[in-house]
């Protein structure tokens, strides 16, 4: 299929200026997805995605019908924040492909510290700078560009190919999970988050909690006849990494990086003066979906366990500690982004896989140490789903974020090759 590659070479000023498009729209989060701002960007896809020929719906997540599904988010507004479904009908006979991505974006931040204007991308040195290149509208952008390539060459497809452009991942996924509570399906899902043109069947999975300690405050002078929540709390702390490391020693997955736990935020106390009375930490614990155990047996893992696991670790060290045994921290577990996993050997991988490596010269398998909505339609719909796209995890949610711009027409060749492929 050279024919797509020498299509791209003479569109790919058209295909620069779609995706400088999209990055002029300020679709940021507020206050980490409780609100946000992409309306007017997901009208004007909608429009683009109607001059295709597809089927397009615009709709708002629904807290109500959500918040019984494992993995939402309580909490945040939908209103003037829809969803983009947009379904190029197939004349039959043909598997059917999802291709997924968000439309949301993190806050710039300060804008001193920005190389270009966040908006106004701008190419420098064959990199394409700007919010939300990378994370995530250049995937976004290359999975419509290659539905639009396939179609103006006048290629034909069995099978339905849905895009979907969906509000609130950052925020933690209820877009997607909004779509899936829909009952929008298909043979196979493809989410467009930067990859480096390596293909995601598998990631780890987290849960973000939240430990409490009491402490009995005195004045710092007597700080003997008191006892200190801060420095309970470091004795939490290393007691998690402990148990980071004991879990870095004995679990594995083949295709994931070891596990790890991050301490991210952490206050308490009110005074230099006075001994601390409360401390709180926030922290990620990530995990495997399955693993190989120190002894070498494959075994799924269920997340509940991890966090029980967790706690008691943190409990019998406290009840070594006087004060603590009577004072037991307490833990909160307020985000569960849960991992995904799609056996390697499915044809939806090992295909994806084979036309990534005909674009780029890679052909890669392997894992994503991220969360993502890819568990949305493998847990609760039972959907086969990769993760694949342009870009890289190293360039999401900083400043002066780019993309290659060579990995962005590549995307849109492979993504092309794929919806061929796959829905013939």
């Not at 020929?53 to 003037?80: I, L, Q, T, W």
């Not at 976004?140 to 390539?149: D, F, I, N, P, T």
């Not at 509000?167 to 298909?186: P, Q």
């Not at 230099?272 to 190989?292: G, L, N, R, W």
Request: proline share 4%; aromatic share 10%.
């Amino acid at each position: 299929m050279d024919e797509f590659k020498n299509r791209i070479e003479n569109k790919q000023e058209e295909y620069i200026q779609f995706l400088k498009k999209l990055i002029g729209f300020d679709t940021s989060v507020i206050r980490h997805g409780e609100d946000g701002q992409e309306y007017e960007a997901q009208q004007w896809m909608a429009r683009y995605l109607d001059g295709l020929g597809c089927e397009v719906e615009m709709f708002e997540p629904d807290n109500e019908r959500m918040k019984s599904y494992p993995g939402y988010n309580a909490g945040h507004s939908y209103h003037k924040r829809p969803n983009v479904s947009a379904r190029y009908r197939g004349s039959g006979g043909g598997k059917s492909l999802i291709l997924n991505g968000h439309m949301d974006t993190m806050p710039a931040g300060d804008l001193e510290r920005w190389k270009y204007d966040p908006w106004e991308m701008t190419e420098e040195d064959g990199k394409l700078y700007g919010l939300g290149t990378d994370d995530m509208k250049g995937g976004l952008s290359a999975a419509v560009l290659a539905l639009e390539l396939v179609l103006s060459m006048g290629y034909e497809p069995k099978g339905d190919i849905i895009i979907l452009s969906v509000v609130d991942e950052e925020g933690g996924g209820n877009g997607s999970l909004a779509c899936v509570d829909r009952g929008i399906t298909a043979d196979g899902v493809i989410i467009a988050e930067g990859t480096n043109m390596e293909v995601f069947p598998v990631n780890r999975g987290a849960w973000l909690g939240e430990v409490e300690v009491d402490g009995k405050p005195i004045h710092a002078s007597l700080k003997g006849f008191g006892e200190s929540a801060i420095d309970k709390m470091v004795k939490i702390m290393n007691t998690l990494y402990e148990l980071e490391a004991k879990w870095m020693a004995t679990k594995r997955h083949p295709l994931l990086a070891p596990i790890t736990f991050n301490m991210g935020y952490i206050h308490g106390g009110v005074a230099a003066s006075t001994v601390p009375d409360h401390c709180m930490m926030k922290f990620e614990i990530d995990y495997y979906p399955s693993e190989i155990d120190k002894f070498g047996n494959w075994q799924k893992v269920d997340k509940h366990t991890v966090v029980r696991e967790v706690e008691d670790y943190v409990y019998n060290m406290a009840k070594g500690d006087p004060w603590m045994r009577e004072h037991m921290p307490r833990f909160t577990w307020f985000q569960d982004c849960s991992p995904f996993e799609t056996q390697t050997e499915h044809p939806l991988v090992q295909k994806l896989a084979d036309a990534a490596g005909e674009v780029t010269g890679r052909r890669v398998i392997t894992g994503m140490s991220a969360g993502c909505d890819a568990r949305h339609f493998t847990n609760i719909a039972g959907i086969p789903t990769v993760v694949f796209g342009p870009g890289s995890c190293h360039n999401a949610h900083v400043y002066n974020e780019y993309l290659p711009k060579k990995q962005f027409f590549q995307a849109i060749e492979t993504y092309a090759k794929m919806i061929v492929e796959w829905t013939r």
